[in-house]
Nanobody, 114 residues
Framework: QVQLVESGGGLVQPGGSLRLSCAAS????????MGWYRQAPGKQRELVAT???????NYADSVKGRFTISRDIAKNTVYLQMNSLEPEDTAVYSC????????WGQGTQVTVSS
């Protein structure tokens, strides 16, 4: 059994920053990749950023230059630093970890509003 616990969501004004964390625990063998999706009301789920065990990074075009994904391998934790936030970034952000199968966190709300 694997658990992913997210933290760091909340309400922020446009132009502000938030840092999301996602810690994996439980029966962890090898994590091949971790990342973040988001889903806004009425919209499809969108892949935001990924980081592989080899350090390869991938970002959605909409967040390039504003968001940074990083990982602490020793802590089995992935981070998403979000800067210059826009109202369009408002969504539920969910992390995932690819092991034998994909495991998901419960999601954390990010609201960008003045």
């Amino acid at each position: 059994q694997v658990q992913l616990v997210e933290s760091g969501g909340g309400l922020v004004q446009p132009g502000g920053s938030l840092r999301l964390s996602c810690a994996a625990s439980g029966s962890i063998l090898t994590i091949y990749a971790m990342g973040w999706y988001r889903q806004a009301p009425g919209k499809q789920r969108e892949l935001v950023a990924t980081i592989t065990s080899g350090g390869n990074l991938n970002y959605a075009d909409s967040v390039k230059g504003r968001f940074t994904i990083s990982r602490d391998i020793a802590k089995n934790t992935v981070y998403l630093q979000m800067n210059s936030l826009e109202p369009e970034d408002t969504a539920v952000y969910s992390c995932y970890a690819d092991m034998i199968k994909r495991n998901w966190g419960q999601g954390t709300q990010v609201t960008v509003s003045s």
